[in-house]
């Protein structure tokens, strides 16, 4: 069974920094597309940056300039790298793998980002 976990959520003040962390079990993680979304209470989930097969990013433009989404296929691991957090930034973060040959995605658990002063 494919597992996706994510790490490093936790309490930051505004203006702090924390860096995600993506594992994901099987041999697939290196074709796969990677996004992190999150969902705040009330609100619906979102997109917050992709990092494809080839490397290639996108991000929402809440988040520009500030997040750096990044992998290491040999990890089997991909990173968003958050800076100058703020407020708005608390949610639940989700990492999602996309199988491009397959279609297939997989979704880890999540991860708590709390910004608060």
């Known amino acids: 069974q494919v597992q996706v976990v994510e790490s490093g959520g936790g309490l930051v003040q505004p203006g702090g920094s924390l860096r995600l962390s993506c594992t994901a079990s099987?041999?697939?993680?290196?074709?796969?597309?990677m996004g992190w979304y999150r969902q705040a209470p009330g609100k619906q989930r979102e997109l917050v940056a992709v990092?494809?097969?080839?490397?290639?990013?996108s991000y929402a433009d809440s988040v520009k300039g500030r997040f750096t989404i990044s992998r290491d296929n040999a990890k089997n691991t991909g990173y968003l790298q958050m800076n100058s957090l703020k407020s708005e930034d608390t949610a639940v973060y989700y990492c999602?793998?996309?199988?491009?040959?397959?279609?297939?995605?997989?979704w880890g658990q999540g991860t708590q980002v709390t910004v608060s002063s």
């Open positions: 999602n793998l996309n199988h491009r040959r397959t279609g297939r995605e997989y």
């Open positions: 099987g041999s697939f993680f290196s074709i796969a597309n």
């Open positions: 990092i494809t097969s080839l490397g290639g990013t």
